[in-house]
């Protein structure tokens, strides 16, 4: 039922896109080209257990499926004060030095960085700032990936991970945002 409601409405686009200019048909069919897949159920939840380079848990995940994108929650301990980026990578492989995980998770063939205007990668997300204590609770959500199987979905066939570097997030240097080493690991599953 759902199925046949979507195909429906992607009907009706259709038959408005070819109302309005070939410009803003353009760039509304990119956004669209990004969208989270719409057969992921809302509330489907992964999560990921972040370990560091001894294999020691420095943090768990909580990842939920919204109507608007991935909600992820993350409670931080013990990992060294400061700035840190945070990124989805591409493989679900948290084997120290963490290259097991590859890049960064981008199936829509962009460069990194949310302020480089090649980008940005699906896997992108903000950096996290960890206090004196190495104790923080971390919210956000990302608009770029779903709970899926295919496409920009976390859990598609080689699975992704969530990783923490030593450094920030430049948000603009290709490919990883001049973020350093890899310090923390979590494979993302259900
Ligand atoms: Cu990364």
């Given at each position: ?18 109302c ?98 090649m ?25 770029d ?14 699975g ?17 945002g ?9 494979v993302?599953?259900?």
């Amino acid at each position: 039922m759902r199925r046949s409601l979507a195909v429906l409405c992607s009907a009706t686009t259709l038959a408005l896109a070819a109302c309005v200019n070939p410009q803003v048909r353009a760039a509304r069919e990119a956004t669209e080209a990004q969208a989270p897949a719409t057969t992921t159920a809302v509330g489907a939840s992964a999560r990921a257990d972040l370990r560091d380079l001894q294999g020691a848990l420095v943090g768990t995940a909580t990842l939920q499926q919204t109507a608007h994108g991935v909600l992820v929650t993350a409670d931080i301990a013990n990992l060294p004060p400061g700035t840190h980026a945070i990124h989805f990578h591409a493989v679900g492989r948290c084997e120290p030095p963490f290259q097991t995980a590859g890049g960064h998770f981008n199936p829509n063939a962009r460069q990194h960085g949310i302020r480089n205007e090649m980008g940005h990668h699906a896997g992108d997300l903000p950096n996290i700032h960890v206090p004196a204590s190495g104790t923080a609770r971390i919210d956000m959500i990302s608009r770029d990936v779903s709970l899926g199987t295919t496409g920009n979905g976390l859990l598609d066939a080689d699975g992704t991970s969530l990783v923490v570097h030593a450094l920030a997030d430049d948000y603009r240097t290709d490919p990883s945002g001049a973020s350093g080493d890899r310090i923390a690991c979590g494979v993302v599953a259900r």
